[in-house]
């Protein structure tokens, strides 16, 4: 085959292959409130399982399971975590549901199945091209190994961790507002003063 020849086909390959993009976008925009295809994520999990180096997915949880871990694991998790993967790992937050792709629900099989180790390299590095921070301090972590502890208790989390995590979130500006103002109002103290409702002039 000629160079021509050759130079014409990748040309024509690559006019098909923006042609297809343009449809898509088209089609679908960029929004991130779709949900990814099938495929789309099973290429994506597939490309992520072959970034993290094998002896990283192997390595064992050096934190040991014992209630006080899972504990601070859960802590940390209603503080970083949830406000993208709901207290329950369902994903179920409305930063959650904005992002492309998803929080998956970390106690299905896809996420549990994961090793100790692949678990802990994500929470540290993060995943690229996603809403998924890196959580890494740049040292091993014994953090990260908690949170490990606390995905694998996920599944069993009861309503009071639940109740507890709810009250370890991070307030928000009306959060507190809401809080000071009833801290007053059981403290006796005169309803606050209107003065943003009322301009003076
Ligand atoms: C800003 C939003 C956000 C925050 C905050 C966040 N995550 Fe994620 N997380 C994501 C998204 C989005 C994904 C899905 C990435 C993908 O599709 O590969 C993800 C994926 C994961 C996964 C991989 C699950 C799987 O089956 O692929 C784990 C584990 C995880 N997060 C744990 C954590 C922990 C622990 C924290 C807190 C230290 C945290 N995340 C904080 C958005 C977030």
Same mark, same amino acid.
């Given at each position: 085959?000629?160079?021509a020849? *050759?130079? %014409?086909?990748? !040309?024509?390959?690559?006019?098909?292959?923006a042609?297809?993009?343009?449809?898509?976008? *088209?089609?679908?925009? !960029?929004s991130a409130?779709?949900?990814?295809?099938?495929?789309?994520?099973?290429?994506?999990r597939n490309?992520?399982? !072959?970034?993290?180096?094998?002896?990283?997915?192997?390595l064992?949880?050096?934190v !040991?399971?014992a209630?006080?871990?899972?504990?601070? =694991?859960m802590?940390?998790?209603?503080?970083h975590?949830?406000?993208?993967h709901?207290?329950?790992?369902?994903g179920?937050?409305?930063?959650?549901? =904005?992002?492309?792709?998803?929080?998956?629900? *970390?106690?299905?099989?896809a996420?549990?199945?994961l090793?100790?180790? +692949? %678990?802990?390299?994500?929470?540290?590095?993060?995943?690229?091209?996603?809403?998924?921070?890196?959580?890494?301090?740049? =040292?091993q972590?014994?953090?990260?190994?908690? *949170?490990v502890?606390f995905?694998?208790?996920?599944?069993?989390?009861?309503?009071?961790e639940?109740?507890?995590?709810?009250?370890n979130?991070?307030?928000?500006?009306?959060?507190?507002a +809401?809080?000071?103002?009833?801290?007053n109002f059981?403290?006796g103290?005169?309803?606050?003063?209107?003065?943003?409702?009322?301009?003076?002039?």
């Amino acid at each position: 085959m000629t160079r021509a020849r *050759l130079i %014409l086909i990748f !040309l024509l390959v690559l006019l098909a292959a923006a042609a297809w993009t343009a449809r898509q976008i *088209l089609h679908h925009g !960029l929004s991130a409130r779709a949900t990814p295809t099938r495929l789309e994520t099973a290429l994506a999990r597939n490309v992520r399982h !072959l970034a993290i180096p094998a002896n990283a997915r192997s390595l064992p949880n050096p934190v !040991l399971a014992a209630p006080q871990a899972v504990r601070e =694991g859960m802590l940390h998790f209603a503080d970083h975590c949830a406000a993208c993967h709901a207290n329950d790992g369902s994903g179920d937050t409305p930063y959650g549901q =904005g992002l492309f792709p998803k929080p998956p629900d *970390l106690r299905r099989p896809a996420t549990q199945n994961l090793s100790d180790g +692949e %678990l802990f390299w994500i929470i540290e590095n993060g995943v690229r091209f996603t809403g998924m921070p890196a959580f890494s301090d740049h =040292g091993q972590s014994p953090d990260s190994w908690k *949170l490990v502890r606390f995905i694998r208790h996920l599944p069993q989390l009861t309503p009071a961790e639940r109740a507890e995590m709810a009250r370890n979130n991070p307030k928000t500006a009306a959060d507190r507002a +809401e809080e000071q103002e009833e801290e007053n109002f059981l403290k006796g103290a005169s309803p606050a003063p209107e003065t943003e409702m009322h301009h003076h002039h």
